[in-house]
């Protein structure tokens, strides 16, 4: 019995000691199970509810208030909401929007982030902290697509129709439809944004189908996503044309805030 027990021991050993170059030959991300987080509402100006994960009733929402997965909140009519998410990035959404908060898991001891949120209709500016050795995802949904970064500022609409418009206003963000993604639930689709294959353009200023396209969206342009998940190439937009109250307020809120 001692002579198998020493020989258990012996393979639990070489396993741990091979696994890393068995990871790296397979080229995949060793997975880490973070726990839960919590977002704090650190600013509300207006009404919102929230329906809290498991619950079927809304509740009244508060400045101060935590959220966390599978909370899902709607803002009401002048309306204005920004959330501090756990790895210290900033979510702002505008009046009569609904988004769900799909995972806000954050471990500094583990360098790792698994941010995922669906907007489901309505207007968020995302004001992402770029952290020094953090991986994982950070990604905003919609039904027609994905938006996935590291650090950056830019902003997401989605219409009563399901189309969607995206502006960056620094760094760079990865915008694809959900179907490359392949099968899965949503946190799945969200998540292997950050493992597919590098960006693409495809050639052309004609829409592709929402099976074809990868986007790598820089400082200062704009793509748009038809209801069918459809989209043409991104393009430069007019800083002095975007100038509205939304945007206004937003860079007044990111200069308050400071540099992440």
């Given amino acids: 019995m001692e002579f198998f027990k020493d020989k258990a021991v012996c393979f639990i050993i070489l396993w ?20 839960g987080g919590e977002a704090k509402v650190a600013l509300l100006k207006g009404s919102a509810s929230v329906i809290k994960a498991g619950k079927k009733e809304a509740q009244t929402l508060a400045q101060g208030n935590i959220l966390s997965n599978g909370d899902q909140v709607t803002t009401g009519k002048n309306t204005r909401i920004e959330l501090n998410m756990p790895d210290g990035s900033y979510l702002r959404y505008d009046e009569e929007t609904t988004f769900k908060l799909e995972s806000i898991a ?34 905003i949904s919609a039904k027609t697509a994905i938006a996935g970064v590291r650090g950056t500022t830019y902003r997401i609409n989605v219409y009563k129709d399901n189309s969607v418009m995206v502006k960056v206003y620094w760094g760079d963000v990865v915008v694809k439809s959900p179907m490359m993604t392949g099968a899965g639930d949503q946190r799945q689709k969200i998540g292997q944004q950050t493992k597919v294959e ?54 007044k809120r990111d200069k308050e805030i400071g540099d992440n």
Avoid at 20 to 34: E, G, H, M, Q, Y
Avoid at 106 to 125: A, F, H, P
């Fill in 106 to 139: 954050y471990d500094n001891n583990e360098k790792q982030r698994d941010v995922s949120v669906g907007l489901i209709l309505g207007k968020t500016w995302a004001k992402v902290t770029r952290l020094s050795g953090v991986k994982g995802r950070f990604a």
């Fill in 198 to 251: 590098a960006p693409h353009a495809v050639p052309g200023p004609t829409p592709v189908s929402m099976q074809e396209w990868t986007y790598l969206v820089k400082a200062l342009e704009q793509i748009d996503i038809k209801p069918d998940g459809t989209v043409s190439k991104p393009f430069r937009f007019s800083i002095k044309d975007d100038l509205n109250d939304w945007v206004i307020w937003n860079q």
């Fill in 16 to 35: 741990f000691l091979l696994f890393p170059c068995f990871a790296k030959a397979d080229n995949k991300p060793v997975s880490i199970d973070l726990k």
